[in-house]
Each structure stands twice: as C-alpha cells, then as structure tokens.
C-alpha cells in the first residue's frame, strides 16, 4: 500500500485525451451530501471523476481515493493536482478499506462511495484486454502490479477445465450457454492456446452467433448486445475476484462510517446488485430475535436512502452509453 497526494489534465501516455465521464455525479453527490465537509473516501477512485466533481464543488471536503490500479492512479494523481493536501491517493483495494484508511489516519469518515465499475481506462486501453472490441492480450487483471496476483484471463481460459469455465460463465457471466461456449473453448485450446481477445470474441461467435437480443423494462423492444459481452464479463469478474468479499467490504464500510455518515455504492450487473442489496438491507433490518423473528431496533446500523436501486435518466445514457446499466444505491448510518 502506497500513499501518495494527489498531483492535470486526464490524458493518456501519448498525450491523447482520455473518454471517461462518471456517473450519476449528481445523485452521488446528493446523496453524500459533501457540504457537511470533512473525509470522503473514493474506493474506486479510478480516473478521479467523481472526485474531482466533489472537491470543485465543496471546498470543505476531502477526499481520500483508493485504486488497485496503479496507472489510473497516476492519471488521478494529474486530474486532482490542483487540489492540493485536500486530496490523498492510496494503491489499494476497497476489500481492505479498514486497513487503508486506519494507515491514512483520516479518522472516521464523513461518506464513502463504491463505483463498482470498470474504468474508462481499463476499456479503452487493448493492453489490459478487458474489451473484445479492440485485439489484446488476455490479461484482465486491475492491478498489474508486482504485488497483484498473476492469475490472468488467458490463464483461466486455457488451463481451467471444462466444467470449472462452464462453472465461471454460468455463475459469474450469467451465460445461458456456458456449456457450449465452455466445450467450444476447450476444443479450441487442444489446438492452440487462445491469446487474444478478439480469438475469444470470435470463438463465442461461431459457437452461438455474434449478437442477441437484450429485453426488459428499460430496453423496450429490446437492444442487440455482442453475444462475447457475458463471457468477457464472468472472465474479469474471476480474475479480479470483484465478488468474493464484496458483501464482508460493505460491512466494513459501513461500520467505519461517522453518525450521519453517508455510503453510496454504484453497481453495472445484476450479481453485485443483489449483494449490495442484500447487505444493506441487513444493515438496516439489524440483529434478528430467533424467537420472535423482530428485528432488535437498537442494533440497526444504517437507514436505507435508496428504496430502489436509481437507474441514470435517458439524457445521460445518451451522452454517456457506458452508464446505462448503472445502478446505485446508498445508505446514512445511525
């Protein structure tokens, strides 16, 4: 874990500007309410959208940021520059957010916010392999730093069995056709390793067509999507192990929280939305009487902001398309 404050403008290693909007800045923030000032801690602070939005707009706030990504860090570092001592960043995960911030010594914390998404960054950029629209290396790691874990996407995709990637592509991915993308895979690998993503992407194709048909309340008449996106989606989410944990980091997060300490957590799929969920929930039914089944009152930690999850409103969809599966949901604690 490495400290470090803040340093300006968001561009790549060649001098290209980045494309990274966050999202529901105005629900996050209205819902953190950073006029109260004091610490806000950003745990997946990323390119340092939310941040910046925050700090430009409360001057008696601070901001704490965390990433296990060391690259967006140092974009962050330049994006927040201008904001001095306001802002400390942290190399870190948000599953150890207690060790972080009790090593920052920023006592306990006025908000926090979980942007549970992958960066712009990490999209964008065919070297970290996260995208089947650009040719990359297999890699989806978020932290490719020496001290991070070596497990890849390449490594699961071609040492894994059969049935432990049918396994990935059904519980992580939601793949209704996780037995026939896991055999095809297999099959594939006997011939040669599979190294690339648009191998994969093109492999998903031919075994079960290249687009689908997306239905649901928000996508009337439906929305084609690339039929690779659920396979690409379980791979990132078991390299980076975005599940295990989740719940047990809301706990803490929630128990490091000032009285009238506000938690916002943004969520992009349907498995971290109901562990989020879930949790919360709990948090905010308290310890249960075996006997009666009645919450004790005096053990709640938290009251739920969010009845429902907010969903972005049509104008930010269109401007900013990434945000269109956002899902956020926040709490106060007691």
Sequence with gaps: MRLATGMSSDVDGDGQKLRHQPVLVGETLGFLAPERGGWFVDCTVGLGGHSAELLGRFPDARVLGIDRDEEALEHARRRLHEFGSRVLLVHGNFHSIDEVVAAAGIGKPAGILADLGVSSLQLDQPGRGFSFRHSGPLDMRMDQSTRSATTTARDIVNLESQSVLETVLRDYG??????????????????????????????????????????????????????????????????????????????????????????????????????????????????????????????????????????????????????RSARLRAARRL
């Design 174 to 323: 939601e793949e209704r056709q996780a037995r026939r993308i896991a055999r095809a895979i297999v099959e594939r690998r006997r011939r040669s390793p599979i190294e690339t993503t648009d191998e994969l992407r093109d492999l998903v194709h031919e075994t079960v067509g290249a687009s689908r048909v997306r239905r649901g309340r928000r996508v009337p008449g439906g929305r084609s999507i690339d039929a690779a996106t659920r396979t690409f989606q379980a791979l990132r989410i078991a390299v980076n192990e975005e599940l295990s944990g989740l719940g047990a980091s809301l706990e803490r997060a929630v128990n490091l929280l000032e009285q009238d300490g506000r938690l916002v957590v943004i969520s992009y799929h349907s498995l971290e939305d109901r562990i989020v969920k879930h949790r919360l929930r709990a948090n905010a039914r308290g310890e249960v009487d075996p006997i009666t089944g009645r919450p004790f009152a005096e053990t709640r930690l938290i009251e739920l902001m969010t009845k429902k999850p907010i969903r972005p409103q049509p104008s930010e969809v269109q401007y900013n398309p990434r945000s």
